[in-house]
């Protein structure tokens, strides 16, 4: 899933975690992608095969180090039950539109729902297709249904 479907939860979830600043809520539910950009650098892992980042094992180890780390430092373990499970919300979502998920590091072990193939989308090769406009339109819809129950939020706290 591309940034928009992703960052959508952490808009949607606010309500739920007043006490989390919303770029924390946002960082999390990314941070599965920004360790990407950070292990492909070190060229630990490539666009074929990520599993430090996207594999069914380092994601849940990595949302109990964040949700671990949140708690260190604000003691609160419903907070840092909201960060850990948005950072893991990261790997659900993926999972539910690719299908080449890595289950830990054996590259012959993936898994996935596959939506986007299904619908004709490929991120190796995209182009200005039916596939490329539901996918768009699918992560556009979420983020926009994201950022109304931010909002919302905001305006019923604010009153």
């Known amino acids: 899933m591309s940034p928009t479907g992703?960052?959508?939860l952490g808009f949607a979830l606010k309500?739920?975690?007043s006490k989390i600043p919303l770029p924390i809520l946002l960082s999390?539910?990314?941070a599965i992608d920004l360790l990407y950009f950070v292990t492909t650098f070190l060229k630990?892992?490539?666009f074929e095969f990520n599993p430090w980042t996207h594999s069914l094992g380092m994601s849940l180890l990595w949302s109990l180090f964040f949700g671990a780390i949140y708690f260190l430092f604000?003691?609160?373990k419903k907070q840092a039950l909201i960060i850990g499970?948005?950072?893991f919300s990261h790997w659900i979502l993926d999972f539910i539109v690719w299908d080449n998920l890595p289950l830990f590091f054996n590259?012959?072990?993936r898994l996935g729902l596959g939506l986007y193939t299904k619908i004709g989308f490929n991120i190796a090769s995209i182009q200005l297709n039916s596939g490329?406009?539901?996918a768009t339109s699918l992560e556009l819809a979420m983020l926009v249904i994201g950022i109304v129950i931010y909002l919302h939020h905001r305006k019923n706290t604010k009153a």
């Open 107 to 109: 590259p012959s072990q």
């Open 6 to 8: 992703h960052l959508a």
């Open 85 to 87: 499970l948005l950072v």
């Open 132 to 134: 490329a406009i539901i």
């Open 44 to 46: 630990l892992e490539s």
């Open 15 to 17: 309500p739920y975690a």
């Open 28 to 30: 999390a539910a990314y």
């Open 74 to 76: 604000n003691k609160d």
